[in-house]
């Protein structure tokens, strides 16, 4: 007789399994490797390629000064192109599960701060995180972290700063996404020296939210690093 809560499945002769009602089995080597090849794949196969094409559009876009039609035809078509993106990074999202935002942005960001502060001894102050939706897409929150935290990075390796601020904002339709820091500065912000500090890979995932990410610096002034975009690409 069977245990109570204790549900016979269905075996080859001579080897019964018992499942509890409710309990989670764990993916097998076999399901692990499947899931890792797809999400292989379609990064390196779909999802680099989308993003090759967002970043095109946008090139050609510059060249259509004055053309109105083509700039709106390019809009839509980078519009579609950013639509597929996200729901093929949701998909390795889901694949890889990695993990998001979650639903409290503002919870988020000072348990970030509060860990940098930590580890660096430098002081730390987020303001108005209220002002954003509390709940992010997986789009947009996966990219967004990856902002914030190649800025911090950089604030952590090459500033030299005491303090840095974070603070979100809205209006008219629009999010911003403002750090800044009063370290050293630098000189030139467009060189290949900030290249190699992440700034392009930044610029490119604000881009891929249909947003811009612009940076200031200057020696003794600190750096600040602008991002902003349309609220609706936060949720959808």
Do not use: C
Request: aromatic fraction near 4%; avoid cysteine; charged fraction near 25%.
């Amino acid at each position: 007789m069977s245990q109570p809560g204790v549900v016979l499945k269905r075996a080859e002769p001579g080897h019964l399994q018992s499942v509890r009602p409710g309990a989670r089995q764990r993916p097998s080597s076999a399901e692990v490797y499947v899931r890792q090849w797809l999400a292989r794949e379609l990064h390196d196969g779909v999802a680099q390629v989308l993003t090759g094409m967002v970043m095109e559009i946008e090139q050609v876009k510059a060249e259509q000064t004055g053309r109105r039609g083509a700039q709106e035809a390019l809009d839509s078509l980078q519009a579609s192109t950013r639509n597929v993106l996200a729901s093929v990074r949701q998909t390795l999202l889901t694949l890889r599960g990695e993990p998001t935002l979650g639903p409290n942005l503002d919870e988020w960001l000072q348990a970030l701060l509060d860990r940098f502060h930590a580890e660096t001894g430098i002081e730390t102050r987020l303001l108005g995180a209220d002002s954003w939706p509390a709940q992010l897409s997986a789009h947009a929150s996966i990219n967004l972290s990856r902002i914030v935290e190649e800025a911090l990075h950089n604030v952590r390796l090459h500033s030299g700063a005491q303090l840095v601020l974070v603070s979100l904002s809205e209006a008219d339709g629009v999010a911003r996404l403002y750090l800044r820091d009063d370290g050293r500065g630098r000189k030139e912000v467009d060189g290949p020296a900030w290249q190699g500090l992440g700034t392009l890979g930044m610029k490119e995932r604000a881009l891929i939210l249909g947003g811009e990410l612009r940076v200031e610096s200057g020696f003794g002034d600190g750096t600040a690093i602008e991002l902003r975009l349309p609220v609706g690409m936060l949720t959808s």
